[in-house]
């Protein structure tokens, strides 16, 4: 499921630094997004419970409108799933609140490796950081980038072919995120973003997005507890992938 990748529908590179969006690794200076195979290609959701997205558990099967859950995941796909009913696009969503990486690691083989995605979307990093605020996990910077990428490089290993997506952590400044999850949380986006160099894979910023739509409107409008977003945030994630990722 991991082979015959084409590069269709490019944006330019001005274009992708304008919106402060990443490149495929290895992309030619007009590439600024790339599209899986053309038929029958597999993207899976993995990370905590904003993908989670309350799915149905028991819904194990592709583009399972319960499976998907109510965030991103369902809005990227069902974009997807309208505008190419010829391609046999299959959509996953694994992800599963209150997750960690080491949680994901865990999980690993089952719930990501076993799929053979085209695409693998991961968004992971609030609760490494939650958690020990709430005295419930110890794990420093170190661990969160050390685990993280270990668990791309046994992606790499298993599914050579995947193309990683890697989702900015992000958090904004209202219900639960209070100062003292600075300076910490910035390092912890950084690092995630390291991971996401050295593995080739695609990173997408968010903390900047939101930053600018607070600015805008009140960030509980985008994230009611400064860590879930609302039916607007979700959007605005799914808008964001697929002018990065494409399908």
Known sequence: MSGGWTRRDFM??????AAGL????????????????????VVLFQGDSITDGGRNRSATGPNNPGGLG???????????LLEHPDRDLKFYNRGISGNRVPDLDARWEQDALALQPDILSILIGVNDIWH???????????????????LLER?????????IVVLEPFVLR???VD?????????RRAAAKR???????????????????????????????????TPAGHAAIARRWREVVGL
Do not use: C
């Not at 990443?22 to 290609?41: H, I, K, L, M, N």
């Not at 992606?155 to 193309?163: G, I, V």
């Open 22 to 41: 990443a490149v495929w690794p290895g992309a030619g200076a007009a590439e600024a997004r790339s599209g899986a195979r053309e038929d029958g290609t």
């Open 174 to 176: 209202t219900g639960a």
């Open 132 to 150: 020990k605020l709430q005295g419930r996990y110890s794990g420093t910077v170190a661990d969160y980038e050390t685990g993280y990428a270990a």
């Open 179 to 187: 100062s003292r999850w600075f300076p910490e949380f910035d390092e």
């Open 70 to 80: 109510t965030g991103y995941p369902v809005l990227i796909a069902s974009a997807a």
């Open 195 to 229: 991971v996401a160099e050295r593995a080739g894979a695609v990173f997408i910023p968010l903390q900047s997005m939101f930053d600018e739509l607070s600015a805008r409107k009140d960030p509980a409008y985008w994230a009611y507890d400064g860590v879930h977003p």
């Open 12 to 17: 330019t590179t001005a274009a992708a630094a």
């Open 155 to 163: 992606t790499r290993r298993a599914l050579p072919n995947t193309k």
